[in-house]
């Protein structure tokens, strides 16, 4: 429901209902109107507007966002909006991502305009470290790995660890597993998507930002 939960946070930004002005389309559930400006959807909607909408001219902005997050949708999604742009010069198209080699995707649009949005830095050390520390043991797994990891650095600086996972049943597991460990000092907090709106709120207040 990511589509809903920013959805709704543009509006409470704006200070206006839900539906109006931005509005949110996800499967089995929608929330626009004939005034809606702004619609958010997951890439599954879209492709599916694309059965009775082939030339997408209900829209003249198409964002895709995390453009590195690469699934078939996705990968469908840009190959299609490749051959439709020829079709649709007024449509406009930005595709969004932190990790993505900004040069590839612009040549493959014809050398788009690259805009670059520099955020806050820190500084990074990077440890490679194999899930299997004997080359032998072939039973160990991503969790071993991701436990052994949390132990070798909780040793050696105080800080915070930013574990990311494929997927909302896989971030249970990892947060069930460290927590099951009782490690001193340590909190640990799961997100995801369908976090509520509420508990999104209060980590970007307390610490985010």
């Known amino acids: 429901m990511a589509a809903r939960s920013v959805a709704n946070r543009i509006d409470e930004e704006l200070n206006i209902p839900l539906g109006s002005t931005v509005g949110y389309k996800v499967r089995f559930n929608y929330q626009v109107s004939?005034?809606?400006?702004?619609?958010l959807m997951t890439d599954g909607i879209l492709l599916a507007e694309l059965l009775n909408d082939k030339l997408l001219l209900q829209y003249d902005t198409i964002i895709i966002?995390?453009?590195?997050?690469?699934?078939?949708?996705?990968?469908?999604?840009?190959?299609?909006?490749?051959?439709?742009?020829?079709?649709?010069?007024?449509?406009?198209?930005?595709?969004?991502?932190a990790t993505i080699d900004p040069e590839r995707?612009?040549?493959h649009f014809d050398h788009a305009p690259i805009v670059e949005v520099s955020g806050r830095t820190y500084p990074v050390e990077v440890r490679?470290?194999?899930i299997s520390g004997d080359s032998n043991d072939s039973h160990r797994d991503q969790l071993d790995g991701i436990i052994?990891?949390?132990?070798?650095?909780?040793?050696?600086?105080i800080g915070d660890i930013l574990i990311f996972m494929s997927g909302e049943r896989e971030i249970r597991d990892t947060a069930e597993v460290l927590n099951k460990l009782n490690l001193k000092h340590t909190?640990?907090?799961?997100?995801?998507?369908?976090?509520s709106d509420q508990c999104g709120r209060n980590l970007i207040d307390s610490s985010w930002y």
Not at 67 to 87: C, M, T, V, W
Not at 187 to 195: D, K, M, S, V
């Open 148 to 157: 052994d990891a949390v132990d070798e650095l909780s040793q050696h600086a």
């Open 128 to 130: 490679y470290r194999p």
């Open 34 to 39: 004939d005034n809606t400006f702004i619609k």
């Open 65 to 97: 966002d995390e453009a590195h997050e690469s699934s078939l949708n996705i990968d469908f999604i840009l190959g299609y909006l490749r051959q439709l742009l020829p079709k649709r010069p007024d449509l406009k198209v930005i595709i969004t991502s």
């Open 187 to 195: 909190e640990i907090l799961p997100l995801f998507a369908r976090f």
């Open 105 to 107: 995707f612009s040549q």
